[in-house]
Nanobody, 114 residues
Framework: QVRVVESGGGLVQPGGSLRLSCAASGSIFRITAMGWHRQVPGNQRELVADITSGGITNYADSVKGRFTISRDNAKNTVYLQMNSLKPEDTAVYYC??????WGWGQGTQVTVSS
């Protein structure tokens, strides 16, 4: 079973930046479209960015131009660079396939507040 471990969250002021990392087990990672999802308590989990095995990216309108997803297949790792953070970006961020069909990790908390 594939496992993912997210890291890199924290508390940041509005306008600040964070870089999230996700380490995945299993060779299947290299052929899998991956995504970063986020969830605010009481709301459904939403996909904010995804990347194909070949590096093609897509973003939710709410983060387009501010977030950048990337991957290193040699390290089985996917990243999310988050710039110009806003309070509404506050959420728990999860790494999974684009479709969210692997088991969910613990996520990493991102809090944007002054």
């Amino acid at each position: 079973q594939v496992r993912v471990v997210e890291s890199g969250g924290g508390l940041v002021q509005p306008g600040g930046s964070l870089r999230l990392s996700c380490a995945a087990s299993g060779s299947i990672f290299r052929i899998t479209a991956m995504g970063w999802h986020r969830q605010v308590p009481g709301n459904q989990r939403e996909l904010v960015a995804d990347i194909t095995s070949g590096g093609i990216t897509n973003y939710a309108d709410s983060v387009k131009g501010r977030f950048t997803i990337s991957r290193d297949n040699a390290k089985n790792t996917v990243y999310l660079q988050m710039n110009s953070l806003k309070p509404e970006d506050t959420a728990v961020y999860y790494c999974n396939t684009k479709r969210g069909n692997w088991g969910w990790g613990q996520g990493t908390q991102v809090t944007v507040s002054s």
